[in-house]
T-cell receptor, first 113, second 114 residues
Framework: AQSVTQLGSHVSVSEGALVLLRCNYS??????LFWYVQYPNQGLQLLLK??????LVKGINGFEAEFKKSETSFHLTKPSAHMSDAAEYFC???????????FGTGTRLLVSP | NAGVTQTPKFQVLKTGQSMTLQCAQD?????MYWYRQDPGMGLRLIYY???????DKGEVPNGYNVSRLNKREFSLRLESAAPSQTSVYFC?????????????FGSGTQLSVL
């Protein structure tokens, strides 16, 4: 069965600093991988997805993630954090065919001035 | 275009009471899902419906039932609520036929069971 592990339940950065949120996956077949963001009192919104095309995936709001098969990782980065990036971020994995999406436990990003 | 609509937004139940959470989508999506979100545990799949007329269990189906009433609507029922079912519930939908592989989420239902 597929799963994802997100390292760090909380990550704190200063405004303008690099954002790095870590995600490692486990899947017996080539996976689809996703990053979702959740703002307070809202549902989840898709940031970006990897579905076997380019390994470096660009998403909305300046975020990107790189699929590294050898490391079974799909870390999320943004070169310069903005106050509006403060939210909870979820990594997710599904097997091809996308019948079920399995989410990680989430990482809360805190951005200080 | 409302997307995915969940009702109610908030609900407080006593142990043993029953209730139904409603979800409707207006995007003509085939697949619909119910997740629960708990602190430190992320989102866990309760039930899903790959297409109208079908439903399947997810990771945590015990204590819940679902009905795919038609293509638009997918309801979640708690027959006898327990404090362990205190959570935030999210409905989501997707149309895999479009190759989008993007889940659209409702804004959630916050449920407290006393």
């Amino acid at each position: 069965a597929q799963s994802v592990t997100q390292l760090g339940s909380h990550v704190s950065v200063s405004e303008g600093a690099l954002v790095l949120l870590r995600c490692n996956y486990s899947s017996s077949v080539p996976p689809y991988l996703f990053w979702y963001v959740q703002y307070p009192n809202q549902g989840l919104q898709l940031l970006l997805k990897y579905t076997s095309a380019a390994t470096l995936v660009k998403g909305i709001n300046g975020f990107e993630a790189e699929f590294k098969k050898s490391e079974t990782s799909f870390h999320l980065t943004k070169p310069s954090a903005h106050m509006s990036d403060a939210a909870e971020y979820f990594c997710a994995v599904s097997e091809r065919g996308f019948q079920k999406l399995v989410f990680g436990t989430g990482t809360r990003l805190l951005v200080s001035p | 275009n409302a997307g995915v609509t969940q009702t109610p937004k908030f609900q407080v139940l006593k142990t043993g009471q029953s209730m139904t959470l409603q979800c409707a989508q207006d995007m003509n999506h085939n697949s619909m899902y119910w997740y629960r979100q708990d602190p430190g545990m992320g989102l866990r799949l309760i039930y899903y419906s790959a297409s109208e007329g079908t439903t399947d269990k997810g990771e945590v189906p015990n204590g819940y039932n679902v009905s795919r009433l038609n293509k638009r609507e997918f309801s979640l029922r708690l027959e006898s609520a327990a404090p362990s079912q205190t959570s935030v519930y999210f409905c989501a939908s997707i149309d895999l036929g479009q190759g989008e592989e993007k889940l659209f989420f409702g804004s959630g239902t916050q449920l407290s069971v006393l």
